[in-house]
């Protein structure tokens, strides 16, 4: 039974995955046309014990930042060993273009003192750097925040975990997100006063690490998921109760607030490593039914804590940590990978209509990849992107093997479109700087005051820096991107 507030729970994903003993057949689910190409896959040499891979191996969560292009961190360096380790970080062009941008080594006394095993991808920040975390590594091996430039420079270290007494910073960070205050969230599995994890801020204006927030083990569980942003402000993300089931809980940022908002029934156990919010504005995620069979299940329920409902659950689970969390595309559908089952033996993308059917799947063969373990995501070109820990194909000798891929996936969907959620501030003069903030920003093509077009800067996905055009008035803001446009809610009043 995995154990979230232990950091074996989540290292064991670099090895296990997820195991799905079922097959997409019997859920109603068939295999489409589209194909899985790939676009990159990682190099390794050796074929046997102590292998070495320069440019890193088995690849996580990507993303793709203002400038169009891809980054992420692949999470070891070696293979054919007990206990891979190390890391890279890399940047890839829509075409394929690998560059590498960092390597996590040891020093002398082998320790990995910039971090070890980059397993939830970056996050792009308003300031235009990446921040990431390592799971291991650091100066007390429980993990590292860290910032580097999407040119290859400047790489630091800017929260070792661990480093207040008794761990009341938390250990073993599991991912970031960004608030609509532009700031830095997170959690970790571990640490805390209580030794039940941690919910943290960081300031990239400041450089300011805080604790916001410490779980209990009892009343507020332990062993946070990483966090999702939802439409209210707030976020959300699953936990582990006293006893053997979980808990669906919400984080108010603005107040520091932490509520359990529902608990999975008896003996549930939640296993995925992130809700997600559907277009019906409820939260989907996955869990473990420990009594019946093992099976894993995805389930729904609003953010309020109301409304939860399961779905038709899957064969008996084999050697499962966690399930990677689902994605909103913009066809309505979640979309999300499976490791492997009986039709896919090498894994496959999975799509689930809003009823949490799997209606479609696209299988990987090895050649293009096999073993998907990292939640996709939508380009701006609306193809699916992705990792897989596993397989590939490369050229060269016998001395060289693929060890992941990124790839990508054209299913035909619609382009992604825009959505602007909030104006920061709400009013200001001509020539001001106005904050927008939304979702699926990257390419966007123009951005307009009432209808007069302003310049304006792409800063990552979710927010947009305007300047108030000469010649505006007050009234709505419009963020256009090629896949459609989007109009606040909020009026602008140019003063």
Not at 26 to 31: D, E, G, I, N, R
Not at 101 to 119: A, D, H, K, S, Y
Not at 158 to 165: T, V
Not at 232 to 253: A, T
Request: proline share 5%.
């Amino acid at each position: 039974m995995p154990d979230l507030a232990y950091p074996e729970a989540r290292s064991l994903k670099l090895a296990l995955g997820l195991l799905l003993g079922f097959s997409l057949a019997a859920t109603a689910s068939a295999q489409e046309s589209g194909t899985i190409n790939q676009l990159f896959a990682f190099t390794c040499f050796g074929g046997s014990n102590n292998d070495s891979c320069p440019q890193g191996a088995r690849p996580d969560l990507i993303i793709q930042a203002s400038d169009g292009n891809f980054y992420g961190g692949a999470q070891v360096t070696d293979e054919g060993v007990s206990n891979p380790q190390g890391g890279t970080l890399f940047k890839l062009t829509p075409a394929g273009q690998f560059t590498k941008l960092f390597t996590f080594t040891q020093n002398g006394q082998g320790q990995f003192l910039n971090g070890n095993n980059p397993v939830d991808g970056f996050l792009e920040a308003n300031d235009g750097f990446l921040y990431g975390t390592t799971f291991n590594g650091g100066s007390h091996n429980d993990g590292v925040l860290f910032r580097i430039s999407k040119s290859r420079a400047g790489f630091r270290v800017l929260h070792n975990f661990c480093s207040k007494a008794n761990c009341a910073d938390g250990s073993l960070p599991i991912g970031l997100v960004l608030g609509r205050d532009g700031n830095i969230y997170g959690s970790t599995q571990g640490g805390g006063s209580s030794g039940n994890g941690t919910i943290f801020r960081f300031v990239p204006a400041t450089g300011s690490f805080t604790t916001v927030h410490t779980l209990n083990g009892t009343t507020d569980g332990s062993g946070p998921s990483a966090l999702t942003l939802a439409s209210d402000g707030n976020f959300y993300g699953l936990d582990r109760g006293p006893d053997v089931n979980s808990s669906v809980f919400r984080f108010v940022p603005s107040t520091g607030q932490f509520t359990i908002q529902f608990t999975l029934p008896s003996f549930d156990l939640a296993i995925s490593t992130a809700l997600v919010q559907g277009a019906n504005g409820n939260l989907f995620g996955a869990f473990e039914d420990e009594i019946g069979g093992h099976d894993i299940n995805y389930f729904e329920v609003r953010p309020d804590g109301t409304g939860f409902q399961t779905f038709p659950p899957f064969a008996p689970l084999e050697g499962v940590l966690d399930v990677p969390p689902l994605f909103l595309a913009s066809d309505g559908n979640l979309w999300g990978t499976n490791f492997g089952d009986s039709t896919f033996a090498d894994g496959s993308v999975i799509t689930l209509n809003p009823e949490g059917v799997v209606f479609q799947s696209f299988g990987f063969n090895g050649t293009n990849g096999q073993e998907p373990d990292a939640a996709v995501i939508q380009g701006s070109d609306g193809k699916i992107y992705g990792t897989a820990i596993g397989g590939g194909t490369i050229s060269g000798g016998r001395q060289k093997f693929a060890d992941g891929t990124v790839w990508n996936l054209d299913a035909g969907l619609p382009l992604p479109s825009p959505s602007v959620a909030l104006l920061n501030p709400t009013s200001g003069s001509i020539g001001s700087t106005v904050l927008i903030n939304g979702n699926n920003f990257v390419g966007a093509t123009s951005v307009s005051f009432n209808g007069t077009s302003a310049s304006f800067k792409i800063l990552n996905l979710h927010f947009i820096s305007a300047t108030v055009p000469a010649g505006a008035t007050s009234g709505p803001v419009t963020v256009t991107t090629a896949g459609g446009s989007s109009t606040s809610a909020q009026a602008f009043s140019v003063k």
